[in-house]
């Protein structure tokens, strides 16, 4: 069964610093894909970087890039220029078929 | 705006009650989906949609039956809940494209429809 694991249950970061959540991921499939989700404190949860496990070059959104290692099974999240806004629980995610498993999460908190 | 809308978003029901969520989405999707969120807990999934037929259900207890009327529109029906049954239920939907494994498209979330079980 896949597993996701995000080690980290709160962190912190002052305004325009960067900072990096941690997630590992479990599977013995090949073919996945691989998410970061942010969860305002209005609950809705919002995509905010979505990876191919068959793709090597690390996907980018704006402020917000991954450090995939697929040999590691690691998935970082590395936020620049942290913004208020950013405070949230983050949230990473393994998909394959129709399954979307999520991690327990990690609440991060932008200082100003 | 999010293109998934639930409702009620807040719900307070007793243990004898019937009462049932609903979620539309807007976005022309063929998939749905009901999420559990309880504290301290990964999401947890609970149902799978695609083409208003279901292809999951992840051991949830008979008191919770889903309903998918059409590919926009999905309702949690709740009857006989436990106060550990009290959470966020999540709503969500992705794009298939056809009735086949939904591998690796997006998933957009609702904003939640949070219950309480008394």
């Known amino acids: 069964a896949q597993t996701v694991t995000q080690s980290q249950p709160e962190m912190s970061v002052q305004e325009a610093e960067t900072v990096t959540l941690s997630c590992t991921y479990d599977?013995?499939?090949?073919?996945?894909?691989l998410f970061w989700y942010k969860q305002p404190p209005s609950r809705q949860m919002i995509l905010v970087i979505r990876?191919?496990?068959?793709?090597?070059q690390n996907a980018t959104e704006n402020r917000f890039s991954v450090n995939f290692q697929k040999a590691a099974k690691s998935f970082s999240l590395k936020i620049s220029d942290s913004q208020l806004g950013d405070t949230a629980m983050y949230f990473c995610?393994?998909?394959?078929?129709?399954?979307?498993?999520f991690g327990t999460g990690t609440r991060l908190q932008v200082f100003p | 705006e999010t293109g998934v809308t639930q409702t009620p978003r807040h719900l307070v029901m007793g243990m004898t009650n019937k009462k049932s969520l609903k979620c539309e989405q807007h976005?022309?999707?063929?998939?749905m989906y009901w999420y559990k969120q309880s504290a301290k807990k990964p999401l947890e999934l609970m149902f799978v949609?695609?083409?208003?037929?279901?292809?999951e259900n992840n051991s949830v207890p008979s008191r919770f039956s889903p309903e998918c009327p059409n590919s926009s529109h999905l309702f949690l029906h709740l009857h006989t809940l436990q106060p550990e049954d009290s959470a966020l239920y999540l709503c969500?939907?992705?794009?298939?494209?056809?009735?086949?494994?939904?591998?690796?498209?997006?998933?957009?979330f609702g904003e939640g429809s949070w219950l309480t079980v008394v």
């Open positions: 990876q191919e496990a068959y793709k090597q």
């Open positions: 995610a393994f998909m394959n078929t129709d399954k979307l498993i």
């Open positions: 599977t013995s499939e090949n073919n996945y894909y």
């Open positions: 976005l022309g999707h063929n998939a």
């Open positions: 949609y695609n083409f208003k037929e279901q292809t």
């Open positions: 969500a939907s992705s794009q298939s494209m056809d009735r086949g494994p939904i591998s690796g498209n997006t998933i957009y």
